[in-house]
């Protein structure tokens, strides 16, 4: 080979090299600012997304590859190739239909867990053209089967055997953990999950942005506050009450509301069981009671009372420092997944008798019916 002929050759093959490089540039694996359970990384023009387990951020367990054109075309090993963007989408359950809402792609999703588990106000109600794939609150697999769904998100209670499922379907599920974030803005991120799978990261991110400054705000007007209200939290069901941890999603957002919380100190994640005598013990003189309801009817203290007399012992049920979140007549759910800057607003301003503020999803209870 000449010499004119070899250096011809080394500027062709330099070139080729570079144009290679730039356009299918590998990016490290990056991590989400609050979120722990998923991350994501780029290859080309190919995205890939780990979701871990609680119990186990360091494997993932699930690996998502996102691709574009031929399937056979890609290295997928043990991946689950999904064909984005997803353009028929399956939701299980209402906070999905929140991120999903947030991002304005509302009219993509087909297909729901249950229209009967749908929220009185959810955005896709009267909607004719919805399919369903549970059979109680498990899926159906021959429902699945005929709705030819590009993705279905889904969030594990732990007891499906979801490789089962997957085998059994075509269509991937996407696993949402969103529900096992504790703190509220982590699980707020999650829309960043689930846009990478219709394509609108930016949009996703400008979201995201607008909602963790307003959620730092308020958490600053609470900590410069000077009144520091004891709260409790919840009723008891069926005879026993879930009170939420200290480290627990309520019980964070309580922190960041700057209120004094009795079980503050207990850092697990997740519900304490604990019996009447020991709230009434604990949360006696609490100043305000926060209650989420969601009965057919709205809890009143006429109801409360016919309940349990006890109750006339809690200092807030005395003062009537007790404010209610009806599930049938708010979106807590479906929207205050991406709004959790409106939940802390509404413990920071009714928690300290702001008579000017105007709720989003809490209002006094009623004396009766």
């Not at 906070?95 to 896709?124: C, D």
Request: net charge negative; charged share 25%; aromatic share 12%.
């Amino acid at each position: 080979m000449t010499k004119k002929l070899l250096f011809s050759f080394c500027v062709i093959t330099t070139a080729l090299f570079c144009a290679c490089t730039n356009t299918s540039e590998n990016k490290p694996t990056q991590k989400p600012k609050y979120a722990h359970l998923f991350d994501y990384r780029s290859e080309g023009e190919n995205t890939y997304i780990n979701v871990y387990l609680p119990q186990d951020t360091t494997t993932p367990y699930r690996t998502y590859l996102l691709y574009k054109g031929e399937k056979k075309k890609l290295p997928i090993g043990d991946t689950i190739p999904v064909h984005v963007p997803l353009e028929n989408i399956g939701c299980a359950h209402s906070t999905q239909i929140g991120f999903i809402t947030a991002l304005g792609k509302q009219n993509q999703i087909k297909s729901i867990g249950s229209v009967a588990l749908l929220e009185k106000k959810s955005v896709l109600n009267g909607r004719k053209d919805l399919g369903e794939f549970f059979n109680g609150w498990t899926f159906d697999i021959e429902k699945l089967l005929t709705l030819s769904s590009d993705g279905i998100f889904f969030s594990p209670y732990g007891t499906e055997d979801i490789d089962a499922i997957q085998k059994s379907i075509k269509t991937p599920i996407l696993l949402d953990m969103s529900p096992w974030e504790n703190h509220p803005l982590a699980r707020s991120e999650w829309i960043r999950f689930v846009s990478f799978f219709l394509e609108c990261t930016e949009e996703a991110d400008s979201v995201f942005s607008a909602l963790e400054k307003r959620y730092l705000e308020q958490e600053k007007i609470a900590v410069n506050s000077t009144e520091h209200p004891v709260v409790l939290s919840g009723l008891p069901y069926q005879g026993v009450w879930y009170i939420p941890s200290g480290g627990s999603y309520k019980g964070i957002l309580f922190s960041d509301a700057s209120l004094e919380y009795p079980w503050k100190d207990n850092k697990e994640t997740g519900s304490l069981t604990v019996d009447f005598e020991q709230v009434l013990s604990r949360g006696v003189n609490a100043d305000v009671w926060f209650i989420e309801s969601g009965l057919d009817t709205c809890p009143t203290k006429e109801d409360m009372l016919s309940q349990n007399k006890l109750y006339t012992h809690f200092r807030s049920f005395k003062t009537g420092n007790i404010f209610i979140c009806d599930t049938n007549e708010v979106l807590y759910f479906e929207e205050g997944i991406m709004h959790p800057d409106y939940i802390l607003e509404d413990y920071i301003h009714l928690s300290r008798g702001d008579k000017d503020y105007t709720p989003h999803y809490y209002q006094p209870i009623k004396e009766k019916k």
